[in-house]
């Protein structure tokens, strides 16, 4: 294992990790960056500076001496061991995550006994989850459950268990592969972004270690042995000041001074700033929090929870922050309701200091005959939209958009068994009327090649999202571009959040044009459409053409990705591109797109509604809603595209 000492660089993560491994309260570490940044081989060397930890003898969990809620309770015995650093795959199974039913017991002694699963495994240590982003919806419920109470339930397949699981959650996440779910965001107590150093020095002294590394592993180890147990004797005199470290009121007033000036939701960020800075604190051997504490805190803590939109960019400008602090100064020199004093982490105690920290780091209708050339207005406030979903079920790339049959999600049947995913119940059940027929006298089952049922699994895919978009002169003219531009940046963050591939077809004056060829880079899409621009004829036909083309060229590539077409449009088309009669032409080229999930948007206002868009829709055998009933805050329920 490459040493955490070696790590050339990324202060800010390594003292996010070791903030975390002084005061596990504050919640665990988000690190996102790009491809190559050595993100997981950090995560993986702070495993070597855990401190060991006592437990129960023969606990299956992992738990303290002492402990009574627990399944293997009551202990008998104490014993000494590291503390573990348990790695989540993305591509884990529901069963592999929180335990099943114990296969051997269950096959050879015919009892029900509990097999744990990786959230026993990860109690008291490290839950680290590489690609976190990526990880499957079902599983997300299950982690959150556990991290908010500290327990994992299990209740399945005839096993009702409650054991501990209190653990320190590390993910690591490229933010060009999709964002996390906002409730497991904000479940992160810290949060750093890293990229790859520009200076040639420090990109130099990378390329020399990591090839050292790869030459001789062991004496490479060796080397850096020494400031390894460094930083280990440092975490345990840290941990040890922890309780006596003193957290003024003043600077609690401090704190809740900037979290309130970065309007973030809740006081869960209030409280993870508070134990960083105290963790901090006791990292430079300190023992009262002082502002230089509280600043460094904040910076760890709150980048992921000010953020407002998908698309924007995660982080805290340095003048925002010196802002802030200069105006939390103000509050930290006015008088608290309370006496300075100790907060609970318990009374003051003077002891050694420590060493240094790592530095932290509108426009007219057009004339029916010439373009007229001119940007879009900024688009309407976007809102939350309504699920758009492709019917049926697919096999096609997870995501969290339309239902697919998957190697991994819930279990939602039992069939017969083709040698992958075996059911346990249900081969148990279909064994078991035929024990005394076939002669069992013992303890166990005797089964059949019959007797064997796989699991049938129903989890979710991403789709291809291709949005085609009326930018003529009859949308622009009436000043409802701004509307469209913000109903489908609604639709894209919907689309940013369920990993879809999204694609944009515009269609102006005489011609369709791909504004935006199909990728995963969704505010790339937010971004071109902001510039889109808007004016001259309405060439439908082209744009519904165009889109189909789009469609073949993914399917060659993708079989399996199911596209779903989102057409934003009034209906009027005043321009073919085939050189025929318009609305006509329009008609025929809807009857390409007959087979794909489409959904219209009809963006047609007034109080004289000629539905043109419904006969669009019609034709392409779609569902049109309106404009106004695309938010999913006005209509419940989810549009099934027929």
Known sequence: MFPFSAVVGHDDLR?????????????????????????????????????????????????????????????????RRPAKLVELPVGATEDRL?????????LTEGV??????????????????????????????????????????????GVSVSHPSQFLLVGTMNPEEGELRPQLLDR?????????????????????????????????????E??????RQRIDDAKEKLPGVSLPDGELRRIAAVCAAFEVDGMRADLVVARAATAHAAWRGATEVEESDVEAAVRLALPHRRRRDPFDEPGIEEQQLEDAMRQAAEHAEEPGDDDNGPDDNGPDDDGPGGGE??????GPKGNGNAPQDRPAPEPAPAFKARMLEVPGVGEGAPGKRSRARARTGRVVRSSKVDGSGLHLVDTLTNAAPHQAARGRTGPGLLLTAADLR?????????????????????????????????????????????????????????????????????????????????????????????????????????????????????????????????????LKAAGLLEQTAVVVVDCEQGHVRLGLAQKIAEALR???????????????????AA
Not at 195 to 220: H, Q
Not at 226 to 231: R, V
Not at 560 to 576: E, F, I, N, Q
């Open 112 to 157: 029900r006994a509990f097999q744990p699963g990786l959230l026993a495994s990860a109690h008291r240590g490290v839950l680290y989850v590489d690609e976190v982003n990526l990880l499957h919806d079902h599983l997300v419920d299950l982690l959150l459950d556990a991290a908010a109470m500290g327990r994992a339930h299990v209740e399945r397949e």
């Open 15 to 79: 003292l996010a990790l070791l903030l975390n491994a002084v005061h596990p309260g504050i919640g665990g570490v988000l690190v996102r960056g790009e491809k190559g940044t050595a993100k997981s081989t950090i995560v993986r060397a702070l495993a070597a500076l855990l401190p060991e930890l006592d437990v129960s003898k023969n606990c299956r969990f992992g738990c303290a001496p002492g402990t009574t809620d627990c399944p293997d309770a009551p202990h008998d015995g104490v014993e």
């Open 188 to 224: 992160f107590g810290l949060t750093v972004s890293v990229k790859a150093a520009r200076d040639v020095g420090v990109r130099t002294e990378v390329i020399r270690r990591r090839l050292a590394y790869e030459a001789d592993p062991v004496t490479f180890a060796a080397k850096w």
């Open 98 to 106: 929180v335990g099943s039913l114990d296969l051997e017991k269950a």
């Open 357 to 362: 920290l790592p530095e932290p780091q509108e």
């Open 622 to 640: 779609g569902t049109c809603v309106r404009l106004d009933q695309l938010s999913a805050d006005h209509l419940a329920g989810v549009v099934r």
């Open 454 to 586: 796989k699991a049938v699994r129903e989890g979710k895919e991403s789709n291809l999202v291709l949005f085609v978009v009326d930018a003529s002169g009859s949308m622009a003219a009436q000043k409802r571009m701004s509307a469209v531009s913000g109903a489908v940046i609604s639709l894209l963050r919907d689309a940013y959040q369920r990993r879809d591939k999204v694609g944009v077809v515009t269609f102006r004056g005489n011609q369709a044009e791909v504004a935006l060829p199909p990728t995963t880079s969704v505010d790339a899409a937010a971004t071109r459409l902001k510039k889109m621009r808007t004016g001259g004829r309405t060439p439908l036909a082209d744009g519904l053409l165009k889109a189909h083309r789009v469609l073949e060229i993914e399917r060659l590539r993708d079989p399996r990705k199911r596209p779903l077409v989102v057409l934003l449009t009034d209906g009027r088309a005043t321009s073919s591109g085939l050189g025929g009669d318009p609305t006509k032409d329009a």
């Open 226 to 231: 020494a400031e390894d147990a460094k930083l």
